[in-house]
């Protein structure tokens, strides 16, 4: 079991109600939301408690930080606990924040290849409205991690730091979330080598040029900063590059000189996708390069657009003020006359600056590029077996404890997706597992076994046998407990499946059951795959 707490960079930037509507939207999917917790609320609806928890948040007017916690709890591939352990996790790790008191939601997520719960925390208490600050939270998360995993028997992770820096770990998230590379390991691998040889600063600040990056103080240290605005600090890129071992070697921090010349780099960082086909790269580029050049000439259309609108508003204004001279009234009522035009004018031109920031919005937020990993996302959802390959080829960590899942000996040719099954993609994961949707209920793929949901019916349990058998043949290994082989046994024997078991004990069982099940009409043979 692992647990996280999400930060925000900027506290204004952090809202309960926007957190509460994303851990509860389905996004279209069948199997995203599962259980919802809404605890020390009145309101028993997650939309009415994010506004009971807003309410307490504004009684506190003096503190300036961020009043919402969001924490994550995942757990091992295979794990699903049942919603009464859910229940008492999610209090266990209140309690261990000393939060136990406060208002809170929790919705568990059952989209991606690990079963994972969401705990939006209102940090504001319901009572004295003063605000808690975690001390330390990351280590009595930890701490309550490894008692939860003892007490429910859930997969060990060791909750202990592993020694890297923050920018290492920040760099093995982007890396993780999106896909790509990160600055850090691109400085390292590919920029590394030239900047030790710098013997002074003007030879440094040449050569983290020709990368495109410049070398810069930022608080007590340095940091390389790329043409787009990321950085990483010189210490997390290696020791020779803390500020004060540079300055034991080069003297002291010496700016770039004002009249050092421009040099084109040679390289610069491009957040190269990790993994996969060259093709699949290739065009991933390609659509990056498309969608950048369709969001400035779209961002270029509403500059010409604005233009146009405020010299036309412009122009009406100097008409208007022009047939005001003629009206032969007195020099105060003119005065006021010109006054009204002048207010009119202004407020045409507030009305079109926020109609044009809207649509500037509109097209920042609604054509954002997908990162890697969910560009390969929605063409795997789109039938591309190459992109559901591709996530899978990143690093897979098993379940040291298997669960309750279906596998067998790897066919050749055998399809990564489901073919004329019946069974609709639901949802890809990042890691590449393909979850299929029968009714309410949900079968993961990860390439390695199938996984059928939590109290999964018969149908969704002839299913995933159907789905096994495109990939594996006849013969299935059943791994999980009696509860969970007797299911698949049932779901055999109702479905008519020509499967076979590689437990001898159930493949007898099977076949006994088979001879005394009652025949099938001509409409309803024996089905074959």
């Not at 408690?49 to 924490?71: I, R």
């Not at 004329?420 to 209920?441: E, L, M, P």
């Not at 779901?491 to 005394?516: C, H, N």
Request: proline letters at 3%.
């Amino acid at each position: 079991m692992v647990t996280k707490h999400i930060t925000m960079v900027h506290a204004d930037k952090s809202s309960m109600a926007r957190l509460i509507d994303y851990i509860t939207d389905t996004q279209g999917r069948d199997n995203r939301v599962g259980e919802v917790f809404i605890t020390n609320c009145v309101s028993e609806v997650s939309d009415m408690a994010a506004l009971e928890m807003l309410a307490t948040q504004d009684a506190n007017t003096t503190s300036e930080a961020d009043k919402t916690y969001h924490a994550v709890v995942s757990f091992a591939v295979g794990e699903t606990p049942s919603p009464d352990v859910l229940r008492e996790i999610e209090a266990a790790i209140c309690d261990a924040l000393k939060m136990g008191d406060h208002q809170r939601v929790a919705v568990a997520h059952y989209d991606t290849s690990c079963v994972h719960m969401h705990i939006a925390l209102n940090k504001i208490h319901p009572d004295t409205h003063t605000i808690r600050e975690p001390y330390q939270d990351h280590v009595a998360l930890g701490k309550a991690a490894e008692r939860l995993e003892k007490k429910y028997g859930l997969q060990r992770t060791n909750h202990n730091p592993s020694g890297r820096t923050a920018g290492e770990r920040e760099a093995g998230d982007i890396e993780a979330m999106t896909g790509q590379q990160s600055l850090l390991s691109w400085v390292r691998g590919e920029c590394l080598n030239d900047l030790l040889k710098a013997d002074s600063w003007e030879r440094l600040h040449e050569i983290a040029g020709t990368f495109g990056l410049a070398v810069k103080l930022r608080g007590n240290g340095l940091v390389f900063a790329d043409q787009g605005g990321a950085m990483v600090k010189g210490s997390d890129v290696g020791a020779e590059f803390k500020k004060s071992a540079l300055e034991k070697r080069l003297g002291v921090f010496q700016p770039v000189p004002d009249s050092a010349n421009y040099v084109a780099p040679e390289k610069t960082y491009d957040k190269k996708p990790l993994g996969g086909a060259r093709q699949l790269r290739e065009e991933y580029k390609e659509y990056r390069a498309a969608s950048g050049q369709t969001r400035k000439e779209q961002f270029a259309a509403i500059k010409k657009q604005y233009a146009r609108e405020a010299t036309a508003l412009k122009a009406m204004n100097r008409r208007e003020r022009l047939a005001a001279r003629r009206f032969p009234v007195g020099r105060l009522r003119k005065q006021a006359i010109y006054q009204a035009i002048h207010d009119r004018h202004q407020n045409r031109m507030r009305e079109l600056r926020t109609r044009i920031s809207h649509m500037r919005d509109d097209v920042f937020y609604g054509s954002q590029r997908q990162t890697w990993l969910s560009w390969l996302q929605n063409r795997a959802m789109a039938g591309r077996e190459d992109a559901v390959n591709a996530l899978r080829s990143r690093v897979y960590v098993e379940a040291k404890k298997r669960g309750a899942d279906i596998n067998g000996e790897l066919q050749p040719d055998a399809p990564t997706l489901a073919r004329d099954s019946g069974a609709k993609i639901d949802a890809v994961t990042k890691r590449g597992t393909v979850i299929y949707s029968v009714g309410a209920d949900a079968i993961r793929d990860d390439g390695h076994a199938f996984r059928v949901s939590r109290d999964a019916g018969e149908d969704t349990d002839v299913m995933a046998l159907k789905l096994a058998m495109q990939r594996y043949g006849r013969k299935l290994r059943i791994h999980g407990d009696r509860a969970f082989q007797e299911r698949m046994l049932r779901a055999a024997v109702k479905g008519r499946l020509y499967v076979g078991f590689t437990d001898p004990e159930l493949e007898s069982r099977r076949r006994e059951m088979m001879r005394s099940a009652p025949k099938k009409t001509k409409a309803t043979t024996q089905e074959r795959i």
